[in-house]
Structures are given as structure tokens and as C-alpha cells.
């Protein structure tokens, strides 16, 4: 496992930006696959965007055009730039390392590192 933390949340309005950054430490952390979920109140964990140790990118259709994950194994981090912000993006936010031999993206319970989370509360 890898430990996270995450940071860059707040408050913006619609049409705002935020970055989130998440710093990890061990040693694996450029073998796995690293991932931003959501969590809305009162609803479900849910995935946003995934990178791979090869640099692809995915991410859920809601998001696609507007957030961008990348990841720096230099530094251990993995950031999402969040553009054009909209209030159904208003949720704790939370990055996740995969384990190591998972070769998908968007399984949540193939994650088996997460941070603490970090609250993205956008406006009307």
C-alpha cells in the first residue's frame, strides 16, 4: 500500500477551476494506477479519472473536456485540474492507488490506498 494525502479543495463558483494535488509516499507508486473518486452526500463513491503507470488517461463522461489527471512519478503525485466547474461536481473528492496487478481503471474495489479526502463545493 501507499500512504496519500490530498489537498486543493474549497470553494468556487460555477465556471471556476480547482486543482487537487495528491502526494504519496512508497515505493510502488509509479506501478500503479492512480485515481480521483467522488463522493456526493447521501450518495455512492463514485469514479472521476484514472491515470496509468504508461501515462493513459480515462475518465467518466461527465467530466471528459473539463478535468485533466496527470501524474509526476518524479515527485509522487498525482494532480486533477478541474475547469468550467459545475455544482453537480460539488462532492469530497479522493485519490486512490490501485493494487498493483489491476489492469482497469474505474473498479473501486480494486483501489486499496485512499486518502482522506478534500471537499470541492461549488456554487450556482
Known amino acids: 500500500q501507499v500512504q496519500l494525502v490530498e489537498s486543493g479543495g474549497g470553494l468556487v463558483q460555477a465556471g471556476g477551476s480547482l486543482r487537487l494535488s495528491c502526494a504519496a509516499s512508497?515505493?510502488?507508486?509509479?506501478?500503479?494506477?492512480m485515481g480521483w473518486f467522488r463522493q456526493a452526500p447521501g450518495k455512492g463513491r463514485k469514479f472521476v479519472a484514472a491515470i496509468n503507470r504508461s501515462g493513459s488517461t480515462y475518465y467518466t463522461d461527465s467530466v471528459k473536456g473539463r478535468f485533466t489527471i496527470s501524474r509526476d512519478n518524479a515527485k509522487n503525485t498525482v494532480d486533477l485540474q478541474m475547469n468550467s466547474l459545475k455544482p453537480e461536481d460539488t462532492a469530497v473528492y479522493y485519490c486512490?492507488?490501485?493494487?498493483?496487478?489491476?489492469?482497469?481503471?474505474?473498479?473501486?474495489?480494486?483501489?486499496?490506498?485512499w486518502g482522506q479526502g478534500t471537499q470541492v463545493t461549488v456554487s450556482s
Open positions: 512508497g515505493r510502488t507508486f509509479s506501478s500503479r494506477t
Open positions: 486512490a492507488a490501485a493494487s498493483l496487478y489491476y489492469s482497469g481503471y474505474d473498479d473501486l474495489g480494486r483501489y486499496d490506498s
